[in-house]
């Protein structure tokens, strides 16, 4: 069983930074990726980020010039730099856990999941 666990939210205006942490506990694996979601009120789940053991990424495309997936192995920590924040980034921001080497954030992939951290932009 896999446990993650967010940190790192908060609030803050227009154009400002936040970065997200995951911790990711039990077993995982030697191959796994893992991913950053978001969750805007009134809207579906959507990927953000993703990052697996070789360090390979990928992004949405709104993101991606804006947002930095990194992860630290030895701490087993996913990391989601934001910055440039704007309104519409204002969500719940889900870690999630893939087995293997997915690099895709399609959320069917993902079998563990934390219990989020809210993220909120004001203008």
């Known amino acids: 069983q896999v446990q993650l666990v967010e940190s790192g939210g908060g609030s803050t205006q227009s154009g400002g930074s936040l970065r997200l942490s995951c911790v990711a506990s039990g077993y995982l694996g030697r191959r796994y990726s893992m991913a950053w979601f978001r969750q805007a009120p009134g809207k579906e789940r959507e990927g953000v980020a993703s990052i697996d053991t070789e360090f390979i990424t990928t992004y949405k495309d709104s993101t991606e010039d804006r947002f930095t997936i990194s992860r630290d192995s030895s701490r087993n920590t996913v990391y989601l730099q934001m910055d440039s924040l704007r309104p519409e980034d204002t969500a719940m921001y889900y870690c999630?856990?893939?087995?293997?080497?997915?690099?895709?954030?399609?959320?069917?992939?993902?079998?563990?999941w934390g219990q989020g951290t809210q993220v909120t932009v004001s203008s």
């Open positions: 999630a856990m893939a087995p293997g080497m997915r690099r895709t954030t399609e959320q069917r992939f993902y079998d563990y």
